[in-house]
């Protein structure tokens, strides 16, 4: 059975301090679905998008395997457009504008194909159409969920609601502890698991990210990028790596857990090194699992004894 | 030969959100020898104290097989006193008082026996004196060494001496990025390196720290502890596990200093877990080694091939 991905697509305007692109392909199942697409298939993609949207975006995740019948092309309306600028450290940005268009009336249909999908991400969109995509689903054997500081601060109710029918949260430390309301990351953790999700993804930027169950702690190092051209997409492309090992090798272990985080890691770095999803459009297998190996030596230590 | 450490020693008045003690043994020598002394012997530290400092804290020192011949006390001095208040995430600090008394006269003045010592541990002083030291001594084998933001914005010239004399530079992310003048902290690694040291270690705290040599890095996790109570000392015990454990073992290759980085990080873990100096006052070997599995379990994960 194959794997569900539902979220936005978008048409990104990006400034950073060395470059500007204007209307390139961004979204979360975009990236989720590129970084996915390197481990396995079938993979189906669920969005809206208007009739503004190029041809070649779709042709180009069409190219990697990607299933795009459940993507929704609104006749007369106009894509998701996102404009955000990055700072000098890249650390922080600005939204510039949200225009959400026909994103604003997304309806999740699940196409009747889709709906044994065995594995399904769900993006970040406001969390009732997460539930509304969970109850389409007959049965799916693992969710793996993202969502945003938006809606843990006005759609609580409805994201607690979603986190009971996750097995994975994946989240970036500061909605950790937004979500917890504790400022210490184990503890924060330790909240966030009892809402639901069997594994926590804590994720940290450049000081790498947690993979938490009920007993055990998996800490991985950030890859040591000099150069990084643009930010947008990193934890997306992590998402997609992460779920796409794993539907590859049907392995849940916490073991094999630990290798999708690494995958993951992997994809975030690739991602980032260019602008928009051409990181992550071009790669290998081979180039992907070097990375992963790099990875490994990064954190490598011996005993003494 | 032995390990010299020369540093500061205090008495420190700390609250944290938890619990507050007044007159604590603190100072950088006190940490940093304290940690060191669970993996090897002789080691001499030189500094100064009032003629108010407890004797029962020197003894406590000695009974660690310190070695406290050049501790100068001042005759009708007052010893240096610290107070300082953490915030309730305990990231953040305000400084509540710095009355340097005898330290601001300190002249650290290295007794004929300790000047063939081969391994040094310059703690944070001004770097004018860390120069005296390495001034007195006969051709040190391995020189670490310790700075702050206050140096590197006030002395910056004396500092970048210092650093021509060392092998190891040990300094946090905002000192890193301080001294290089660049945000991504890579980058910033390889400017350092240009200065002098052979190798750099950037202590990023609840994120862990990282080595860097000319062409290879190494990225240690953090040690995942639920309750701080006071993060006081954190980097100076750092600093000692790190050179004491190469003290012990004289192997300088890098797979070694990346074990020490992890000897490092689990002294500076037992330091935070109690007010001042106590949490790494009682440790023992087994438990030292112990926390050394502990993160490796950590941050280990294997190849799927």
């Known amino acids: 059975m194959g794997l569900l991905i539902v979220g936005s697509i978008a048409l990104d305007s990006v400034e950073t301090p060395f470059d500007k692109v204007e209307?390139?392909?961004?979204?979360?199942?975009?990236?989720?679905?590129?970084?996915?697409?390197?481990f396995t298939y079938p993979i189906h993609i669920v969005g809206v998008v208007g009739e503004d949207f190029p041809a070649e975006y779709i042709e180009m995740l069409e190219n990697h395997e990607?299933?795009?019948?459940?993507?929704?092309?609104?006749?007369?309306g106009k894509t998701?457009?996102?404009?955000?600028?990055?700072?000098?450290?890249?650390?922080?940005?600005?939204?510039?504008?949200?225009?959400?268009?026909?994103?604003?009336?997304f309806d999740p249909i699940i196409p009747e194909k889709s709906k044994k999908n065995?594995?399904?991400?769900?993006?970040?969109?406001?969390?009732?159409?997460?539930?509304?995509?969970?109850?389409?689903?007959?049965?799916?054997?693992?969710?793996v969920c993202d969502t945003m500081n938006?809606?843990?601060?006005?759609?609580k109710d409805d994201l607690l609601d979603v986190l009971?029918?996750?097995?994975?949260?994946?989240?970036?430390?500061?909605?950790?502890?937004?979500?917890?309301?504790?400022?210490n990351l184990i503890k924060a953790a330790k909240i966030i698991q009892t809402l639901g999700p069997k594994y926590l993804i804590i994720k940290k930027g450049e000081h790498g990210a947690l993979l938490f169950n009920d007993t055990t702690i998996f800490s991985a190092p950030a890859y040591p990028l000099e150069n990084i051209y643009d930010p947008t997409g990193a934890g997306d492309s992590?998402?997609?790596?992460?779920?796409?090992?794993?539907?590859?090798?049907?392995?849940?272990s916490f073991e094999n857990l630990k290798r999708a985080v690494i995958y993951g890691s992997a994809l975030a770095s690739f991602c980032v090194e260019q602008f928009s999803t051409k990181g992550i459009e071009y790669l290998d297998?081979?180039?992907i699992h070097d990375r992963f190996l790099e990875f490994r030596e990064l954190s490598r230590f011996d005993d003494d004894e």
Do not use: M
């Open 23 to 38: 209307n390139a392909l961004g979204g979360s199942t975009t990236y989720i679905s590129l970084a996915s697409s390197y």
């Open 66 to 76: 990607i299933d795009t019948e459940g993507l929704q092309i609104i006749p007369g």
């Open 80 to 105: 998701f457009r996102w404009g955000g600028r990055y700072h000098y450290d890249l650390n922080v940005r600005d939204t510039l504008f949200t225009d959400l268009n026909v994103f604003e009336n």
């Open 118 to 143: 065995s594995f399904v991400l769900l993006g970040n969109i406001v969390p009732s159409l997460q539930n509304k995509v969970l109850d389409q689903l007959e049965n799916p054997k693992f969710v």
């Open 150 to 155: 938006l809606w843990i601060e006005t759609t």
């Open 164 to 183: 009971k029918r996750v097995d994975v949260l994946i989240i970036n430390d500061s909605e950790a502890r937004l979500l917890s309301n504790e400022p």
């Open 238 to 252: 992590f998402a997609g790596g992460f779920i796409g090992y794993l539907h590859q090798t049907r392995d849940l």
């Open 285 to 287: 297998k081979l180039q």
